[in-house]
């Protein structure tokens, strides 16, 4: 499922639940990257998958638990890959 608003009122209409894998670094990955920085500074917080869900991904916890906590997971796993591996593509030659 796609969401089209966050409750923080950003935009956007490609905003998926499960993040599109590849082992470049994808379209998504690019209009994304902000939420991808959003959810490492919200676990460098210590936020909780409830709190990163509604507030960074625009999910409600409370009426999809399932929901929130894959697309949380997904968000985390695609985010941490970004700054481990993504990041060399963008700077390689």
């Not at 959810?39 to 399932?66: F, H, R, W």
Request: charged share 25%; proline share 3%.
């Amino acid at each position: 499922m796609n969401r089209s608003t966050g409750t923080d009122g950003t935009q956007s209409s490609t905003l998926r639940d499960e993040v599109p894998w590849s082992d470049s670094i994808t379209g998504y990955d690019r209009q994304h990257r902000t939420i991808y920085l959003r959810i490492l500074d919200a676990c460098a917080d210590n936020a909780s998958v409830e709190e990163m869900a509604e507030l960074i991904l625009g999910i409600d916890p409370a009426l999809e638990p399932i929901r929130a906590r894959k697309a949380v997971r997904s968000h985390i796993d695609r985010a941490n890959w970004m700054v481990t591996t993504g990041c060399n593509q963008l700077f390689a030659g």
